[in-house]
T-cell receptor
């Protein structure tokens, strides 16, 4: 089955700097890769996703890149703000379900 | 507002007790999922269902069972709770596009 690895497990950045979170997947048939943000005490919510027919997708300060050959995808957050502090999960589609990575706790210091 | 609702939100139970976590949704989605969240382990899939007559095991189904009572209702049961089932449990739904919408979570403590 699909296996998703996520790094780093924790990430601290200063406000205004960029943050990058990386994930690898094992199943070459996977074709959908979402990212979820979970604020403290809240439910995970989708922030951006990418399908395998594109290499990059942007939405304001966040972007996701996908390298199908290497089977990895990354989340990029630019101009980080304190409200970006949260746990971020990547996921990959296996048949009709999502397999999640282990999460990255991002802390943005003012 | 269409949503995914979990009950209870918090529960403390004793080892060996049977407990049921309930999930209902108003999104009209066919697909429903139960995930377990543990620190450092992310979200792990317990069971999932694509319609009332369809139940599938996920990565960590041992010790759990589920019931899909209706399109909008999906319950998770722990037949005999044990302390290592202490975790945060999330129900989620999705349509054919696979975007997952999560419930608020149920924090379960087994003592």
């Amino acid at each position: 089955g699909e296996n998703v690895e996520q790094h780093p497990s924790t990430l601290s950045v200063q406000e205004g700097d960029s943050a990058v979170i990386k994930c690898t997947y094992s199943d070459s048939a996977s074709n959908y890769f979402p990212w979820y943000k979970q604020e403290l005490g809240k439910r995970p919510q989708l922030i951006i996703d990418i399908r395998s027919n594109v290499g990059e997708k942007k939405d304001q300060r966040i972007a996701v890149t996908l390298n199908k050959t290497a089977k990895h995808f990354s989340l990029h957050i630019t101009e980080t703000q304190p409200e970006d502090s949260a746990v971020y999960f990547c996921a990959a589609k296996e048949t009709d379900k999502l397999i999640f990575g282990t999460g990255t706790r991002l802390q943005v210091f003012p | 507002d269409a949503d995914v609702t979990q009950t209870p939100r918090n529960r403390i139970t004793k080892t060996g007790k049977r407990i049921m976590l309930e999930c209902s949704q108003t999104k009209g989605h066919d697909r429903m999922y139960w995930y377990r969240q543990d620190p450092g382990l992310g979200l792990r899939l317990i069971y999932y269902s694509f319609d009332v007559k369809d139940i599938n095991k996920g990565e960590i189904s041992d010790g759990y069972s589920v019931s899909r009572q209706a399109q909008a209702k999906f319950s998770l049961s722990l037949e005999s709770a044990i302390p290592n089932q202490t975790a945060l449990y999330f129900c989620a739904t999705s349509g054919t596009g696979l975007v997952a919408f999560f419930g608020q979570g149920t924090r379960l403590t087994v003592v």
